[in-house]
Every structure is written in C-alpha cells, then in structure tokens.
C-alpha cells in the first residue's frame, strides 16, 4: 500500500490555529473509521494524540482535533504553544489487518 | 503504567539477521492485546513493520512480509522482531508499541533504539 500524503511543513504563531491534511484513497482514510495522529519530538517516541479520526486519549489537550472528509482527514491545533513545534504523523488502517503512514508534517511554531 | 523496552544489538552486519526484543511491564501481554514493531530511517517517518497477537498469530507489512517473523513469550511478558536479510537501507530506529482494543492505533510506546546495518 501507498504513504497517505502529508504537507512535509505547516506553520502559525503562538495562539493561532493550524490544520494538517493527509490524503489517502478510499482502500484506506476513506474507508475505515481508523485514523490516527501522532506526535514526535526530536529524538522521542511518537504519542499518540488521536485516534478514530476525532477521539482524544486521556491527557491530550483538547487543542487537539481531528476530522475527517472523504479521502482526506485533518489534525487541527488550536491555540498554538511553543511545545506543540513537532512533528506530526498520520496512520491509518488500509484494509487486511494492515497498517499505513503518513509522511509526516513538521510543524514550526513561529 | 504500561512501559515498554527495546533491547537488542545496535549493529548488524549486511546479509545478517536483525533481532529485537520488547519487554513489557505494568501491563501483561497475556491479557490480550495486539503488539507492534516499527521503524524510521535516520530522517525519515514512521514505517508499520507488523503486529503481533500474545496467541501468536501475526500480521506483517506485504513489503516486508518475506524478511519478517515475529514472536511473542508470555512466560517473559515480552515479544520479538527477527528481519533477516538486512541492508543498509534497514538502518532505523526500532520501536514496539501496544495497539489499542478495537482500533488501529497504538497507545503506549518504547523509546525506541536505533539499529545500524554496516560491516
């Protein structure tokens, strides 16, 4: 299966809001109720920040959304902090037990 | 608190086989839950290498399906990667992680150790 299509960058200002896209195709994003985000800091394991395309773990800010559009699905940061700069990865379930990723997102907070 | 530990070698020759284990604690793998492995080359993003069942049963990338095997000791409460075959384009950090009950998401993570493929 192919990488769901993430922007490598995405920036905004302290306080500011900013949404990261990842494009799949109907066999995965599209398909399923199963997306994930993670976030990683340099040199750190990913965190989990949502998962079933809008839920939140326990502990995550609630700055923190998802959503989904057809093929498309979106982490959205609101109300940007300086420890949101990281980067951001999508995942999705592609159909027959398996698993994809996005390239990842490299946030900036300015 | 469930942690997690990758441990094995952090070098392995060309032609060689790459062996992990992660060991579990705060949570028993018997109790029912899948476990995966995954990897990021230097610079890179995250890759699903698979994920493995306490039962045994397993689920692999297709890319990677035939260099892979997966095991899991419950005696140990800890689980393993064997990738055989390994170039240099296998050099990656190496992490396990639980996968949450009833999504494709994983919630507790190792830290992950970097393995580089070189003679």
């Known amino acids: 299966q192919s990488a769901l299509t993430q922007p490598p960058s995405a920036s905004g200002s302290p306080g500011q809001s900013v949404t990261i896209s990842c494009t799949g195709t109907?066999?995965?994003?599209?398909?399923?109720?199963?997306v994930s985000w993670y976030q990683q800091h340099p040199g750190k394991a990913p965190k989990l920040m949502i998962y079933e395309g809008s839920k939140r773990p326990s502990g995550v800010p609630d700055r923190f959304s998802g959503s989904k559009s057809g093929n498309t699905a979106s982490l959205t940061v609101s109300g940007l902090q300086a420890e949101d700069e990281a980067d951001y990865y999508c995942s999705s379930y592609a159909g027959s037990n398996n698993v994809v990723f996005g390239g990842g997102t490299k946030l900036t907070v300015l | 608190q469930v942690q997690l530990q990758e441990s094995g070698p952090g070098l392995v020759k060309p032609s060689d086989t790459l062996s992990l284990t992660c060991a579990v604690s705060?949570?028993?793998?018997?109790?029912?839950?899948?476990w995966g492995w995954f990897r990021q080359p230097p610079g890179k993003g995250l890759e699903w290498i698979g994920y493995?069942?306490?039962?045994?049963?397993?689920y692999y990338d297709p890319s990677l399906k035939s260099r892979v095997t997966m095991s899991v000791d419950t005696s140990k409460n800890q689980f393993s990667l064997k990738l055989n075959s390994v170039t240099a384009v296998d050099t990656a950090v190496y992490y396990c992680?639980?996968?949450?009950?009833?999504?494709?998401?994983?919630?507790?993570w190792g830290q992950g150790t970097l393995v580089t493929v070189s003679s």
């Open positions: 705060g949570y028993s793998i018997s109790s029912g839950n899948w």
């Open positions: 109907s066999s995965d994003v599209g398909g399923y109720n199963f």
């Open positions: 493995i069942f306490y039962s045994g049963s397993t």
């Open positions: 992680a639980k996968k949450r009950s009833g999504d494709y998401s994983f919630d507790y």
